[in-house]
Nanobody
Framework: QVQLVESGGGLVQPGGSLRLSCAAS????????TGWYRQAPGKQRELVAV???????NYPDSVKGRFTISRDNAKNTVYLQMNSLKSEDTAVYYC????????WGQGTQVTVSS
């Protein structure tokens, strides 16, 4: 049974940082492309970072230079380092992986507010 568990969300002031983690069981991040997505209230889910099985990364312009995705194969965990956070980064963040992106975590709330 596949399980993705996100953690590390919380309340942070604008300009602050958070590091999200996504730990997997039943599937190996090293085999698949893995993405971090977010969904704000009333908005569609959007991709904010992706890492391929080969380790290549990509980001949309909205987070480029502020967010960094990484992977620890030994721990089977993917991370999202988020710096210089803005109020518009407030959302529930999800990790996604597997063949055809079939597996999703439950999400972790990130709130950026003073």
């Amino acid at each position: 049974q596949v399980q993705l568990v996100e953690s590390g969300g919380g309340l942070v002031q604008p300009g602050g940082s958070l590091r999200l983690s996504c730990a997997a069981s039943g599937v190996f991040f090293s085999v698949y492309t893995t993405g971090w997505y977010r969904q704000a209230p009333g908005k569609q889910r959007e991709l904010v970072a992706v890492i391929t099985s080969g380790g290549s990364t990509n980001y949309p312009d909205s987070v480029k230079g502020r967010f960094t995705i990484s992977r620890d194969n030994a721990k089977n965990t993917v991370y999202l380092q988020m710096n210089s956070l803005k109020s518009e980064d407030t959302a529930v963040y999800y990790c996604n992986t597997g063949h055809g992106g079939r597996y999703w975590g439950q999400g972790t709330q990130v709130t950026v507010s003073s």
